[in-house]
């Protein structure tokens, strides 16, 4: 089974960091690939960065120079490093691993950006 838990939200002013981690139980984590995604009130869940097991990252263009992804396989974690953050960016943030297809989420972690 397993299980995947953020922490690392919370309220920040606009421009603003923040660091998220998940924390992943068991032993697919290393071969999986984690994503960090996003989803705000009336809007659709997307993506906010990916990184292979291979280390490979995709930022799509809007979080691109402000969000940095990276995984430390031994601690089973991934983090998402929050730069520059504006309004548009509060939102519960959601972990994702996919491994052989199969997919796991956690229960999100809120961020919210707000003076």
């Known amino acids: 089974q397993v299980q995947l838990v953020e922490s690392g939200g919370g309220l920040v002013q606009p421009g603003g960091s923040l660091r998220l981690s998940c924390a992943a139980s068991g032993s697919i984590f290393s071969a999986g690939t984690m994503a960090w995604y996003r989803q705000a009130p009336g809007k659709q869940r997307e993506l906010v960065a990916l990184?292979?097991?291979?280390?490979?990252?995709v930022v799509p263009d809007p979080m691109k120079g402000r969000f940095t992804i990276s995984r430390d396989n031994n601690k089973r974690t991934v983090y998402l490093q929050l730069n520059s953050l504006k309004p548009d960016d509060t939102a519960v943030y959601y972990c994702?691993?996919?491994?052989?297809?199969?997919?796991?989420w956690g229960q999100g972690t809120q961020v919210t950006v707000s003076s």
């Open positions: 994702n691993l996919n491994s052989g297809g199969s997919l796991y």
């Open positions: 990184i292979t097991s291979g280390g490979s990252t």
